[in-house]
């Protein structure tokens, strides 16, 4: 078989596999619904219990906290997104889906390239929901259409970077609550201890460290340069630079991952 033959079936394995995901989410509209309601329960929360004590104010960056919260939200939405791969995944395992997919003549790759294509169509669903649901509550872009639009893509190329990560673990593990328990391992730190919800400087300094040099802060950052227009030393860049590393190292290693478990 020739080489442009071979990447063609692999890009139509793929697309099939896409559309089966896809279809999933139009079958069970649910999954979608629930996905949203968590993070509209952090926004919402976060911002009427934190937004008072932080300040609505101009001591942080882009005036009221809802317009620094958002991006913040957005970043943990992409990563909990990420995680339904894993998730997903060791749950076709558990059902013999994966053993079925084996079975046939298709792309090795492209089972974990289409759950992961579709979980980054179903996050961007969900970002959608969530600008409505953050404009509603005074959320509004102030570096220009062009830059939302490109917030929107430096969290959804995350965001698939991630979900590669997810679904090492999930063809790992094996089973999907611990494929769950294993990706929040991982999650909560990245999230909770970064400049999400409140700025760096309020942190301990031992905190501060680690804060200001892990990708989830590059990511916030840079989404919230992008969206309000607020510098971020180089957040960008930054932030594209770990996408496309943990993409280098996740994707061959969770394409091996399925291969070795399909001997």
């Known amino acids: 078989m020739s080489m442009s033959k071979q990447i063609r079936n692999e ?8 559309r089966r995901n896809l279809y999933r989410y139009i079958r069970l509209p649910q999954l979608v619904f629930f996905s949203s309601i968590q993070p509209i329960m952090f926004l919402t929360l976060f911002n009427f219990v934190f937004g008072g004590a932080i300040g609505n104010g101009t001591a942080i960056p882009g005036g009221k906290y809802i317009n620094y919260l958002l991006p ?8 909990f997104g990420g995680l339904q791969t894993g998730i997903g995944l060791a749950e076709d395992m558990g059902k013999g889906i994966i053993d079925r997919f084996r079975s046939l003549p298709m792309s090795r790759s492209a089972v974990m390239a289409g759950r992961t294509l579709s979980d980054m169509v179903r996050n961007l669903t969900v970002a959608g929901i969530m600008l409505t649901v953050g404009t509603l509550l005074g959320f509004r872009f102030q570096n220009g259409f062009i830059n939302a639009i490109g917030m929107i893509g430096i969290l959804l190329l995350f965001s698939f970077a991630f979900s590669w990560v997810a679904a090492f673990l999930g ?23 970064s400049a999400a919800f409140v700025p760096i400087q309020t942190m301990p300094s031992w905190l501060q460290v680690f804060a200001r040099n892990q990708p989830v802060t590059h990511l916030v950052q840079a989404a919230r340069e992008l969206a309000l227009g607020v510098p971020s030393n180089g957040a960008i860049w930054k932030s594209a630079v770990w996408s496309l590393a943990i993409l280098s190292i996740f994707v061959p290693l969770a394409i091996a991952r399925y291969r070795s478990r399909a001997v």
């Open 171 to 193: 063809m790992s593990v094996g089973d999907a609550e611990t494929a769950q328990l294993a990706s929040f391992v991982i999650v909560f730190p990245l999230t909770f201890a």
């Open 72 to 79: 913040g939200i957005l970043a943990q939405t992409m990563l």
């Open 11 to 18: 890009i139509s394995d793929t697309v099939v596999i896409t």
